[in-house]
Structure formats: C-alpha cells, structure tokens
C-alpha cells in the first residue's frame, strides 16, 4: 500500500525528494514517518509529519537532518515527501516510508507504525 521512491547517486551537497505514496487502498494515515537504515547498522528514525485534522501538522526530526531535512504530505495525492538539502555521505542510506492511522505520541519508534514501503537507496558521494 505504501511506495517508496525518488533515491538515487548523488554528490555530497545536492539535494533529492523522496516520495511515499499510498495506493491501493482508502488509507489516510495520521502519521507518516521516514525511517533509513545505513549499511552495518539498525534502521533508525530520520522524519515523522503528524496530521491533527484540517491543516494542523506538525513535523518531527532526528538531531542529524534537522534544517537539512523537510517532511511534507499533500493529501489530495495521499502522499508524503521527504526533501534532502545539503546531503552528506553520511546521509547514505536505503530509506523507508511507515504510515499509521492514528497521530503517534511515539512516532520515532517502528513498532508504532502498521504500514511500509518498500525502502528506496539514496547514495551520497563524498
């Protein structure tokens, strides 16, 4: 239901957009959250957007992307989009989308989500 793409090769100072797209399906998360898991280690929290009704958000973010990062979602297309600014090789990462249907307190933590994509490569050359 969820998928995950836009990664790619770039160089350390370029920008990318990633796209989570829901489809398929009548679900409209409450909460969508990019997760990204570097090579060697555990996938971790990178950016969560927290829909309160009508147009209230609010958007979390790990330490390390935040004024890098910006998370976003249009609801007419059902989809989230995670925009990477200044990206660093550090950044490399294959990078996941996670929705769940209620507004998580908790949004950093996998469990809390019912839904992901398939997890889309972003490739930072130094």
């Known amino acids: 239901q969820l998928q995950a793409f836009g990664g790619g090769l770039v160089q350390a100072g370029d920008s990318l957009r990633l796209s989570c797209a829901v489809s398929g399906s009548t679900l409209i998360p409450y909460t969508v959250g990019w997760f990204r898991q570097a090579p060697g280690k555990e996938r971790a929290f990178v950016a969560a957007?927290?829909?309160?009704?009508?147009?209230?958000?609010?958007?979390f973010y790990t330490d390390s992307v935040k004024g890098r990062f910006t998370i976003s979602r249009d609801h007419a297309k059902n989809t989230a989009y995670l925009q990477m600014n200044s990206l660093k090789p550090e950044d490399t990462a294959v990078y996941y989308c996670?929705?769940?249907?209620?507004?998580?307190?908790?949004?950093?933590?996998?469990?809390?989500?019912?839904?992901w994509g398939q997890g889309t490569q972003v490739t930072v050359s130094s």
């Open positions: 957007i927290r829909w309160s009704g009508g147009g209230v958000y609010s958007q």
């Open positions: 996670a929705a769940a249907q209620n507004r998580l307190i908790g949004y950093s933590r996998e469990d809390q989500y019912n839904y």
